[in-house]
């Protein structure tokens, strides 16, 4: 189990009962990638396999990635010193050398983890942010896997840094950062930069982006169809909490919860058993309440875990602490 580091840890709660399944591994693909489909034309002579392929696409889809893996950049020097920021560009800003080995030990904290799943044919695919930051985490991180082990990589702005404006005032951004905390996190907007409602607008861009890949399995290499993908997601603290608030469809109050991960750390989404993505199917109930996971969110992860994509979560516990005039009646409405 990998060991998270977060940011205050909130007051401690009894844990939920854990649910265990055995007996069901993970979605198997029908048929071979090397079946020829070949669908005569109208005129009953010219042969058109590209409309074999569609038509295989219609009744098969590729396997979808077994984990995505969201990672924080290690340490950089803006983290050592705020003032870096006054001087070098945020995009520019680089990692120190602690934040170059904590990167190298992701990565083979990463490959252990894959390792025990025990498939010879697994691979990772790697979506970055275009920072100096995230772009040298990726490069350490990467060591601990041989080409034949990356299917590819892509730089991708939308997962970028908040911007906090261009280069940064220090005595300003200290008060801007306390008005931040009575404004709100979420909705309080720097001068000539974001808020993080604007970063959700673009991760939610992104998170389209994301889900169209894996439907049509663009990672996939040519002619492979393995369910032992791994994307990994290498990103900011706060991109990559939007990111799970929008994916896990989190409210503002969740997510003004949630604590910073630590540098060169992860948090994995692993798909469960019915097909969706859970965080408990990796981490503990304690890491994320420690991450800042409330009981709702808790319980909508244990029923993540057994969940077929397209479910609806009826019993929706957000639903029924919202609306205070319940008294015994079930939760009836889609989560």
């Known amino acids: 189990m990998a060991t998270l580091t977060f940011t205050p840890s909130p007051a401690p709660y009894p844990l939920l ?6 007996g069901l591994g993970p979605s198997q693909c029908l048929g071979t990638p090397k079946e020829a489909i070949r669908i005569p034309s109208s005129n009953g002579k ?12 219609e009744t098969s889809s590729p396997p979808t ?67 100096k930051r995230t772009l040298e985490t990726l490069q350490h991180l990467g060591r601990a896997f041989e080409r034949s082990r990356i299917a590819g990589m892509r730089e991708e702005p939308r997962i970028r840094e908040q911007d906090f404006g261009n280069f940064q005032d220090r005595e300003k951004m200290r008060v801007d950062k306390a008005l931040r905390l009575r404004y709100g996190c979420f909705f309080y907007r720097f001068p000539e930069g974001e808020s993080a409602a604007d970063v959700y607008d673009r991760i939610t861009g992104f998170r ?21 993908m791994n994307l990994i997601i290498v990103s900011h603290g706060l991109a990559l909490r939007v990111f799970l608030m929008r994916w896990y469809k989190w409210t503002v109050e969740q997510f003004e919860r949630l ?11 692993e798909k469960g058993y019915g097909g969706r993505y859970s965080l408990l199917m990796h981490h503990t109930e304690e890491e994320l309440r420690e991450f800042g996971l ?33 008294e015994d009646e079930g939760c009836r409405t889609p989560y």
Not at 17 to 22: A, D, E, F, G, Y
Not at 106 to 116: L, Q
Not at 259 to 269: C, K, L, Q, T
Request: aromatic share 10%.
């Open 17 to 22: 009962s854990q649910r265990k399944l055995t």
């Open 46 to 57: 010219a042969m058109f396999p590209e409309k074999g392929l569609l038509a295989r696409a």
């Open 65 to 131: 990635p077994r984990r995505i893996i969201l990672v924080r950049h290690g340490q950089s020097e803006g983290n050592v010193d705020e003032s870096a920021y006054t001087k070098v560009a945020d995009p520019k800003i680089s990692l120190t050398e602690k934040g170059k080995a904590e990167a190298e030990e992701c990565g083979w904290r990463i490959r252990e983890m894959i390792e025990k799943d025990g498939a010879d044919d697994w691979k990772v695919y790697f979506y970055v942010s275009p920072y």
């Open 208 to 228: 389209e982006t994301l889900r169209a890949d894996i439907d049509i399995g663009r990672f996939q290499p040519p002619g492979e169809r393995s369910p032992n």
């Open 259 to 269: 604590n910073n991960m630590g540098n060169g750390n992860i948090i994995v989404m």
């Open 294 to 326: 409330t009981d709702e969110m808790l319980i909508n992860q244990e029923w993540q875990n057994t969940a077929r994509p397209g479910d609806l979560n009826y019993d929706c516990p957000v639903v029924n602490s919202f609306f205070t005039h319940f």
